[in-house]
């Protein structure tokens, strides 16, 4: 192989934004200062009687997705139920408001639990249908769908929303004055799965992922970021189960920082690997573990 043959190959393989394959994970605790995903956020859950709700973050390419990964392995080993979703699969990370990442949440709920007898989110659906199937790309009445049709058109929608902006503008605009109803509907959701999954099961768990990735868009003076982890910070805390959001970098490190406290508690931030110090000297056990 020549040369320009090599780097070709390394080029292709190196991808540093993505999760590392199955069975290849390196436990870099020791050079992070001791941080341990299931110690820093696995705890809250498992201690808790009560949902919580936690932001985490850290730089790009440091790893976030690869210990939610983990944790989620070690939350389903302790009988939890974890919806783990990436939110660029459902949501434009170019133009991301509050109410894309809300119906994200309610597709993956939905897709992932399926109940046997009442369903919450399906009754909301079906009461809204006449003003929701133009997002769904459809003519047919809700009530002749089969359950499994059902449920299908969250996903249809969330595709229509992500890929066409004035449906996305559209839903936006629907669910502005619904978003008290949707989550009553998604918390009588996660009360009905709770009973339905299996006695053994301690709780539910949503893991939204990749949200550090949206881009901040500024509107008349107005943030999407603000607007969705501030403005609406309490729907965001308002789901009857375990949370997990991940927060863009940017946000820990301003003024908005201390607003986040407040209303979650204190963002969990991966350290990075340090391979130099400041001063220029190498250090060892970084480059070691990165090699």
């Not at 993956?108 to 133009?134: A, G, T, Y």
Request: one cysteine or more; glycine letters at 4%; hydrophobic letters at 35%.
């Amino acid at each position: 192989m020549t040369p320009d043959e090599l780097l070709t190959e390394i080029y292709n393989v190196f991808q540093p934004f993505e999760p590392p394959p199955e069975g290849t994970y390196v436990n870099c605790e020791e050079v992070r200062g001791r941080w341990d995903v299931v110690r820093e956020l696995g705890k809250q859950i498992v201690r808790s009687k009560q949902p919580t709700c936690q932001l985490y973050s850290g730089h790009r390419g440091v790893g976030k997705t690869t210990e939610l990964l983990r944790l989620r392995d070690y939350l389903q080993g302790r009988s939890y139920h974890v919806v783990y979703f990436a939110v660029e699969d459902d949501v434009e990370t170019q133009d991301a408001e509050y109410a894309d990442i809300l119906f994200a949440c309610t597709k993956n709920l939905v897709q992932s639990i399926e109940l046997r007898d009442h369903n919450p989110l399906v009754e909301w659906m079906r009461e809204r249908w006449q003003s929701l199937k133009e997002l769904a790309l459809t003519e047919l009445e809700f009530d002749s769908l089969s359950l499994e049709q059902q449920v299908s058109q969250f996903a249809k929608i969330t595709a229509s929303v992500q890929a066409v902006p004035d449906i996305r503008r559209e839903l936006r605009k629907k669910l502005s004055d619904s978003t008290p109803s949707l989550l009553a509907a998604l918390n009588g959701f996660i009360a009905e799965a709770q009973r339905q999954i299996s006695p053994d099961c301690k709780g539910i768990v949503v893991i939204a992922d990749n949200l550090d990735r949206i881009a901040e868009n500024n509107t008349d003076g107005r943030s999407n970021f603000d607007e969705i982890y501030i403005n609406r910070s309490e729907p965001m805390r308002g789901l009857a189960c375990h949370v997990i959001y991940t927060v863009p970098i940017q946000m820990i490190y301003s003024p908005r920082v201390t607003r986040l406290e407040d209303y979650y508690s204190k963002p969990d931030v991966l350290p990075m690997v340090m391979v130099k110090s400041l001063a220029g000297k190498v250090n060892q056990a970084g480059v070691e573990k990165l090699g």
